[in-house]
């Protein structure tokens, strides 16, 4: 029972990370009309549009909240811009604090067990 409690701490900790919406980590940094890449690697450029995200402030069921983001669109003209810094490499969006925790959680409960 123990080891499962554990487990499910770990798997825990990775579904607190947010997800971007589709096509919007193209445009990260960037200004509307800067040229992008879709996430299927098709090249675009930033427009604005809407996303939505669940809210869990009042609870559970979420609600649904509207806000102003950018997406990479195929089709739309990249503007004439000055360049934009070289896309960063991205990682794991579960921050590492949450991570080195459920390790640890982990670490202990298998050190516990051999005692015993």
């Known amino acids: ?9 770990v798997f825990a900790c990775a579904a607190w990370a947010d997800v ?3 096509d919007s980590m193209g445009c990260r940094d960037k200004t ?6 879709k996430d299927d690697g ?3 450029s930033c427009v604005t549009a809407k996303c939505s995200r669940n809210d869990y402030s009042n609870g559970v069921p979420p609600t649904s909240v509207e806000y102003d983001c950018l997406k990479c669109q195929t089709g739309a003209a990249p ?5 934009t810094e070289p896309e960063k490499k991205n990682s794991c969006a579960a921050l ?3 991570a080195l925790v459920g390790l640890s959680l982990v670490l202990l409960a298998w050190r516990k067990s051999r005692r015993q």
């Open 1 to 9: 029972m123990k080891r499962l409690t554990v487990v499910l701490a």
């Open 20 to 22: 971007p919406p589709p």
């Open 32 to 37: 509307a009309g800067a040229a992008c890449k």
């Open 42 to 44: 098709s090249d675009g």
């Open 79 to 83: 503007l004439n811009s000055p360049p």
């Open 96 to 98: 590492p604090g949450e």
